[in-house]
C-alpha cells in the first residue's frame, strides 16, 4: 500500500449542475413502476401451489 502523508492541498471535487426536470421525470417513472407492481400483485391468483406436499415423494415419472 501506498502511504500519502496529508498535505494542506484540499481534495478534488467533481460537481455537476442539476439540470432542471429530471427530478420530476424520476418521481413520474417511480410512482408508474410503483403502480405496475401494486397491480401485478393485487391480481395475482394467490400464493403457488405445490404438487409435491412437504415430507411427499415426488412422482416417478417426472
Not at 1 to 12: A, F, G, Q
Not at 50 to 61: F, Q, T
Request: cysteine-free; glycine content about 6%.
Amino acid at each position: 500500500m501506498d502511504y500519502h502523508p496529508p498535505s494542506d492541498e484540499p481534495l478534488l471535487e467533481l460537481k455537476h449542475e442539476a439540470v432542471p426536470g429530471y427530478l420530476k421525470a424520476f418521481l413520474i417513472a417511480f410512482a408508474v413502476m410503483g403502480f405496475y407492481l401494486l397491480v401485478i400483485l393485487v391480481s395475482s391468483p394467490g400464493p403457488a401451489e405445490h404438487e409435491a406436499k412437504a415430507g411427499a415423494s415426488h412422482n416417478a415419472s417426472h
